[in-house]
T-cell receptor
């Protein structure tokens, strides 16, 4: 059964720092991988989706990479800002459409 | 504006009192799904639907029912809620396509407390 792990569980950085969030999954037979952002008490906002045939996707200061063979993905956030403070969730999609989620990394960026 | 809406956003109820959480999407998506989010357990899928009148169980379906009579709506029904169903619930939707990348769009969540 697919398992998704995110490390670290929590991360605190000063404003302006570049940072990397990690996601690993146990079964490489995935259709795609999606990174979400969740603000306290709010819903999930999709940040980036990487298809299984792709290696990376970029959106503004965010860059997500995918290494399917090793079961890893990273989310790189450049020049972090206090507004980036949130929980970041990684999810993989297998056959069908169910998303299997990691437990998330809670990021705090201090000014 | 493309969106998934859920109602109510917050709900306090008592054990055994039937309730329905509604979910609606305006993107003409075939696929809709319900998840629950619990501390330490993350998000887990309850039920999903590939199209009208087609529903199936996810990982944690016990105690829940769903229906898909219209493409845009996918209500979650708790016939006899229990305290262990206290949770944060999310509805999601996306297009279908076996090998096509499809972003899932999530609703704002419904926070349920069962006393």
């Amino acid at each position: 059964k697919q398992e998704v792990t995110q490390i670290p569980a929590a991360l605190s950085v000063p404003e302006g720092e570049n940072l990397v969030l990690n996601c690993s999954f146990t079964d490489s037979a995935i259709y795609n991988l999606q990174w979400f952002r969740q603000d306290p008490g709010k819903g999930l906002t999709s940040l980036l989706l990487i298809q299984s045939s792709q290696r990376e996707q970029t959106s503004g200061r965010l860059n997500a990479s995918l290494d399917k063979s090793s079961g890893r993905s990273t989310l790189y956030i450049a020049a972090s800002q206090p507004g980036d403070s949130a929980t970041y969730l990684c999810a993989v999609e297998e056959a069908g459409t169910a998303l299997i989620f990691g437990k998330g990394t809670t990021l705090s960026v201090s000014s | 504006e493309a969106q998934v809406t859920q109602n109510p956003r917050y709900l306090i109820t008592v054990t055994g009192k039937k309730l329905t959480v509604t979910c609606s999407q305006n993107m003409n998506h075939e696929y809709m799904s319900w998840y629950r989010q619990d501390p330490g357990l993350g998000l887990r899928q309850i039920y999903y639907s590939m199209n009208v009148e087609v529903t199936d169980k996810g990982d944690v379906p016990e105690g829940y029912k769903v229906s898909r009579k219209e493409k845009r709506n996918f209500p979650l029904i708790l016939e006899s809620p229990s305290p262990n169903q206290t949770s944060l619930y999310f509805c999601a939707s996306s297009t279908l396509g076996t090998k096509k990348a499809k972003t899932q769009y999530f609703g704002p969540g419904t926070r349920l407390l069962v006393l």
